[in-house]
């Protein structure tokens, strides 16, 4: 089993940037890919961004290029969401997940979920 923990939220103006943090523990490897999928009140959670653990290969929603940067480090077992130019319609609790095959966006495909970290920007 994978354990997700994710930090690194809190309250920024439109503009600012955030970075995210999810440290994975237990049976993680090169076979995972690590998503990042958020949640805004009264809201379905969505694909953010995603990242293939072992080639570093990404992906993310239109609504994120070129704003948001994901990124692994495979020493310290941790994938990072860099959250640049954010608008308030980001706001959202963000969820990290795994799972064992190739990026995809679906989430019902991500088998493994931390508990999420609450993203606010005010206007």
């Known amino acids: 089993q994978v354990q997700l923990v994710e930090s690194g939220g809190g309250l920024v103006q439109a503009g600012g940037s955030l970075r995210l943090s999810c440290v994975a523990s237990?049976?993680?490897?090169?076979?995972?890919?690590m998503g990042w999928f958020r949640q805004a009140p009264g809201k379905e959670r969505e694909f953010v961004a995603a990242?293939?653990?072992?080639?570093?290969?990404?992906d993310y929603a239109d609504s994120v290029k070129g704003r948001f940067t994901v990124s692994r480090d495979n020493a310290k077992n941790t994938v990072y969401l860099q959250m640049n130019s954010l608008k308030p319609e980001d706001t959202a609790v963000y969820y990290c997940a795994a799972r064992i095959g190739f990026i995809t966006s679906r989430l019902y495909e991500y088998t493994n979920w931390g508990q999420g970290t609450q993203v606010t920007v005010s206007s």
């Open positions: 237990g049976r993680t490897g090169s076979g995972y890919t």
């Open positions: 990242i293939r653990w072992s080639s570093g290969s990404t």
